[in-house]
């Protein structure tokens, strides 16, 4: 199985910030990845697929880019409701993965 | 709208058996893999499996070859995970799942169920 690890597990902001998430890919999985939101007693929520597409009504601060084997989310300034656990997945085999989670939490 | 609304979840000693569902409406139901992700308590989300929408192609995690079968019924709009010889690390929260369409795979899960608790204890 392909492993994803992402960095940080748990990253402290304050409202406004810019906040970088990196997922790393044990080998390439080109731009099959996906992003990705979910909050305390919720469904996850996707927010990003093949890497950079915003889904839907996903708000523009939202972005995502890499390929290969390192990605990053970003958040351009960060809003309360975005305070949340974000996750990468790879789809690029048939057994998909996904990175253990970064904790958002209010700094 | 897409609605995904799964039961059958409990509380199964271990050795046991539990099967789930996921009634789905709002979509035409044959037309789309649906997977099972499941998500143990404080942890992260984990794959399970996943069913072409004619249900003539499964595909599962590795770990759980063998234990876990995939169905569905394309006339009930339902999928189902059967789960048997239970262990305590099955306990988990299952939700189904339903690929972004256009998305150009099975797995890129765009609209999710509320889950349902399996709880694997004695």
Do not use: H
Not at chain 1, 26 to 37: D, E, K
Request: aromatic share 12%.
């Amino acid at each position: 199985d392909i492993q994803m690890t992402q960095s940080p597990s748990t990253l402290s902001a304050s409202v406004g910030d810019r906040v970088t998430i990196t997922c790393r890919a044990s080998q390439s999985i080109s731009s099959y990845l996906a992003w990705y939101q979910q909050k305390p007693g919720k469904a996850p929520k996707l927010l990003i697929y093949k890497a950079s597409t915003l889904e839907g009504a996903v708000p523009s601060r939202f972005s995502g880019s890499g390929s290969g084997t390192e990605f990053t989310l970003t958040i351009s300034s960060l809003q309360p409701d975005d305070f949340a656990t974000y996750y990468c997945q790879q789809y690029n085999s048939y057994s998909p993965t996904f990175g253990q989670g970064t904790k958002v939490e209010i700094k | 709208e897409v609605q995904l609304v799964e039961s059958g979840g409990g509380l199964i000693q271990p050795g046991g058996s539990l099967r789930l569902s996921c009634v789905a409406s709002g979509f035409t139901f044959t037309s789309y893999a649906m997977s099972w992700v499941r998500q143990a308590p404080g942890k992260g989300l984990e794959w399970v499996s996943t069913i072409s929408g004619g249900g003539g192609g499964s595909y599962y995690a590795d770990a759980l070859k063998g234990r876990f079968t995939i169905s569905r019924d394309n006339s009930k709009n339902t999928l189902y995970l059967q789960m048997n010889s239970l262990r305590a690390e099955d306990t988990a929260i299952y939700y189904c799942a339903l690929p972004l369409e256009n998305s150009g795979s099975y797995y890129v899960f765009d609209s999710w169920g509320q889950g349902t608790q399996a709880t694997v204890s004695s």
